[in-house]
């Protein structure tokens, strides 16, 4: 805002002319910013962001000393403490139509979030997706599901290969759709989905709406076969809807959603802003190689929203850049071979513990013989480390597969964000607990 032009002869040139260094020094960046569209390489000091995203939110119509605000919502607050929670934001995004169309009261957030959706499809595509576009929807995963499936739906019953969580299944239920649960095997120590009995419900089905495959799971559950389902929704015709919660992490994710993207049919595709860009909980971010899908997405959503996990979203890319980024996903990997590296040396030491062979980028799952593994992750708990997943056997919800698996076990994650400093810890204590705490 401030132009050095209209503060000449207040100090003498040369200084003016240092200050005007300075003040270019963080214009540029913005300037920079909103002419490319794109996420910068490197990450912006916290400062800048907060600035920039105050002089954004001060385009909005409440914002504005001379308004004359009549109407039911006008971005009204009771405190400051709540603007400051939404950089100034307070009229949210979307309207009632569609969520990603300008609100005529909100010129700021409007641009805010126009420009997060041009940087997430830029972030996705320099990571290597082959997707045409993407946005951030502030509901999470589960919720993010819901508006895909009951966009896109073309009939009554969801196809679903067999997931060990609750919010898949109640987002289903909540686009009012009906489901046919495919079961999943067991092949060596993973639980797999087969490509033929995703077919055979398919063509058991009278009406299939729409396919809800998984690409991040705990082990012992591998990946179900993006490919091989997309090319099997493309020939039955039926809308491929991926939840990939936490896939934009690692690499090995990208892969199997572009493999999918080539081979066949892939509609939408949904991750977790917090699992994946380090937000807070509440974003979610829909992507898809087809433009006009993410349009009726957007429309299916009622209402306005929240504009906290869109400008969350925007701070984590502007505040990590690419760079970060990058940085990040290595640490990850980094993260996970030390896990592995300790879980082996474990099942060296142990003879109750036996590290699981499964597919798995970011998690390891260990069975554990002589222990119930509930008990020994209620008890990590206790001891501070939280993350790590205990399921019995028996437990056909825990294990992902309807019938049971052949071992107890117990599953710690390496994702994106954790230290070193972490994994050493939690393998640290449950050897402790073993031991019998
Ligand atoms: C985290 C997760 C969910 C639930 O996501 P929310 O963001 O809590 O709605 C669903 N499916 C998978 C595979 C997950 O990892």
Not at 61 to 80: F, L, N
Not at 254 to 262: F, M, V
Not at 350 to 373: C, Q, S, T, Y
Request: aromatic share 6%.
């Amino acid at each position: 805002m401030l132009d050095p032009e209209d503060m000449e002869g207040l100090i003498p040139e040369h200084m003016l002319e240092r200050g005007r260094v300075v003040l270019e020094a963080y214009r540029e960046p913005v300037e920079r910013l909103l002419r490319e569209r794109r996420v910068p390489d490197e990450g912006w000091p916290e400062d800048l962001i907060w600035s920039f995203l105050w002089e954004l939110s001060r385009m909005d119509t409440d914002k504005d000393p001379r308004a004359a605000r009549i109407g039911e919502r006008e971005a009204r607050v009771a405190s400051r403490l709540a603007e400051a929670s939404v950089f100034g934001f307070c009229h949210g995004v979307g309207r009632s139509g569609t969520l990603v169309d300008p609100q005529p009261k909100a010129p700021g957030a409007s641009i805010m979030y126009g420009l997060t959706n041009r940087l997430v499809e830029d972030f996705l595509r320099r990571l290597g997706y082959s997707i045409e576009g993407a946005f951030v929807v502030p509901g999470a995963t589960g919720l993010c599901l819901t508006l895909c499936l009951s966009a896109l739906a073309e009939g009554e019953e969801v196809i679903y290969p067999y997931a060990a969580h609750k919010s898949p299944i109640k987002a289903v239920r909540l686009a009012g759709l009906g489901m046919r649960v495919v079961d999943t095997e067991i092949e060596g120590d993973e639980i797999v989905t087969r490509p033929e009995d995703v077919e055979e419900a398919l063509e058991r089905s009278d009406s299939p709406a729409a396919v809800l495959s998984t690409a991040t799971f705990f082990p012992p559950r591998r990946s179900d076969p993006l490919p091989e389902i997309a090319e099997l929704c493309e020939e039955y015709d039926v809308p491929h809807v991926v939840n990939a919660a936490y896939g934009i992490q690692h690499e090995y994710y990208r892969d199997l959603i572009n493999r999918a993207i080539k081979r066949g049919r892939v509609d939408a595709i949904v991750s977790s802003t917090d699992k994946n860009l380090l937000t807070p909980v509440g974003g979610g971010i829909i992507y898809s190689p087809d433009r006009g899908v993410l349009e009726e997405i957007s429309r299916a959503y009622p209402g306005r929203a929240s504009a906290a996990p869109v400008a969350h979203a925007l701070v984590s890319l502007l505040s990590l850049g690419m760079k970060g980024y990058r940085r990040l996903m290595e640490r990850q990997k980094e993260c996970k071979a030390l896990l592995d590296e300790l879980l082996e040396e474990l099942e060296g030491r142990r003879d109750d513990v036996r590290v699981l062979d499964v597919e798995n980028p970011i998690a390891a799952a260990i069975a554990v013989e002589g222990h119930d593994p509930v008990d020994l992750a209620a008890r990590l708990y206790v001891r501070r480390v939280t993350g790590p997943r205990g399921v019995r056997a028996d437990d056909p919800f825990g294990t992902s597969r309807l019938r049971g698996y052949h071992s107890d076990y117990v599953t710690i994650n390496a994702a994106i964000g954790a230290r070193k400093e972490d994994i050493r810890l939690a393998v640290e204590r449950l050897e402790r607990e073993l031991e019998g705490g």
